[in-house]
């Protein structure tokens, strides 16, 4: 924040895991820098703390003030289990840029000894996703 040396940041999102890889007991270093256009930023301080430590302070029991908090960022398996259904399918672009599919080196060629690019492909996700496909 430019022009301010007691600077309100707006409030920012960082994943647990970015953050400190889902301990909440990792050491986290906050350093703080006075930016300036020059490229020589002007080192104003830092401090070590931890999420546990930053969940402390947010509850009031700290002087200073930091406001935390957390959001649960659901999963695939989290919206499985919640009753998604899929309904899975295959759209294959078989249009003449891809080549000619008589020659082996198009992804279309069919070889009678091997699955071609787009079969593996659709066996790869096609195996993890038909357990979730009604």
Partial sequence: IN???SPSWEPFRISLHSLCSCDPDKTIRCVVYDYN???KHDYIGEFMTTFREMQEVSSGKEVWRVGLGVEKV???LDYI?????IYFTVAIDFTASNGDPHSEH???FIN???PNEYLKALSAV????QDYDR
């Fill in 3 to 5: 022009n301010n040396l």
């Fill in 81 to 85: 289990m919640g009753g998604l259904q």
């Fill in 37 to 39: 256009s020059s490229g």
């Fill in 126 to 129: 096609g195996e993890i996703c």
């Fill in 74 to 76: 659901h999963t695939f």
């Fill in 112 to 114: 009678p000894k091997e």
């Fill in 106 to 108: 198009s992804l279309h």
